[in-house]
């Protein structure tokens, strides 16, 4: 807990690995990891699983603080409040190369501007200590190394990103391969962090009714919330893995297919805070990102909201362009918009949207 209230932009880390390709060889890759190695990584990064939901791709885990996707080859953790995630980094990197053979080939670190600053514990004191801990605890061969961080117009939102890979990154041709999902370069992510909230859309994530009734717990509460607030229309397709803290906070992780999406909520009145991420293919329904932004829009309701697009496509100009569409339509206008290109991760679009506050 921060000194002034809970921190709600989260820091994000992306490790991918090396390993025989699940789809020719059944293997597991990463799952393989037990549930116990998963918690001691997490006691250290100061968050514990509170929910869990899985199927034949990957592994979703809802945490006291945010979220954790497991796949054979890629592991995600995403995490709030005043948590130290960067130090997952060397014990996942030597988790996966002692007990499961598998070798790191990228790094991608990522998270916005902290609300309160001076609350974050080392390493996250400073995106130059993020980066300094990062390259004193990746492995050397991982020698291809970007930091940067992405301006806007709007001095309460900026985007933190450092990356690393492989040399031999983009070599076809060993017989190791990633997860199919991740040899298509025409995935994307999105990430987006909304301040401000509505004060009405807010209030729908505190407990509600719970008194000292047990029977409500906060797998009760997440299915009211994501009930109550329309996120469920968000991706009906998902299987929902939602959680509803006490007395106020919300967590949800949604599986379709191969993807995932992630929603996180600080509701407080002047720290509010909610974050959404997903990831498509620039061979989807071209109108469904539009949608999908334009619904956690109307859910949320901010007066401040970022959208991180990471694309290895070059196509990834039509997408800001339709990110930058969907959002006039509910309006949010467009304040700035920067890019960036990053090794293995590709271009970096980061754009901010600002709308009158309702009264």
Partial sequence: MAVSGFEGFEKRI?????????????????????????????????????SAVANRHFDAYVLSESSLFVYPTKIIIKTCGTTQL???????????????????RMCRYTRGSFIFPKAQPFPHTS?????????????????????CVMPSNVSSHSWHVFTACDGD??????????????????LYTIEVCMTELDQASARKFFRRGAGDDEKYSGDSAGREMTGLTGIGDINPRALICDFGFDPCGYSMNGIDGDR????????????SYASYECVGSIYDDPHEISRVLKKVAQVFRPGTMSV???????ASHDLWRRVAKALELVGLKCRSCSADEFPAAGTVVFQTFTTTRRK
């Avoid at 995106?127 to 970007?146: A, G, M, Q, W, Y």
């Avoid at 991180?308 to 070059?314: D, F, M, N, P």
Wanted: charged fraction near 25%.
């Fill in 86 to 104: 960067l130090k997952s980094v060397r014990p996942l990197v030597h988790l996966a190369s002692d007990r499961l053979g598998l070798t790191v």
């Fill in 260 to 271: 995932y999406s992630t929603i996180h909520v600080t509701p407080e009145e002047g720290f």
């Fill in 169 to 186: 990154d983009d070599d076809d041709s060993s017989h190791h391969h990633e997860l199919g999902e991740d040899q298509n370069d025409a």
């Fill in 308 to 314: 991180a697009t990471t694309c290895a496509s070059h």
């Fill in 127 to 147: 995106f130059e200590e993020e980066v300094i801990f990062l390259e004193e605890n990746l492995p050397s061969r991982l020698c291809f190394r970007k930091a």
């Fill in 14 to 50: 992306e490790l991918r690995f090396f390993g025989d390709d699940p789809l020719f060889t059944g293997s597991m890759g990463l799952r393989n990891l037990d549930f116990e190695s998963l918690e001691e990584i997490l006691h250290a990064v100061q968050c514990t699983v509170v």
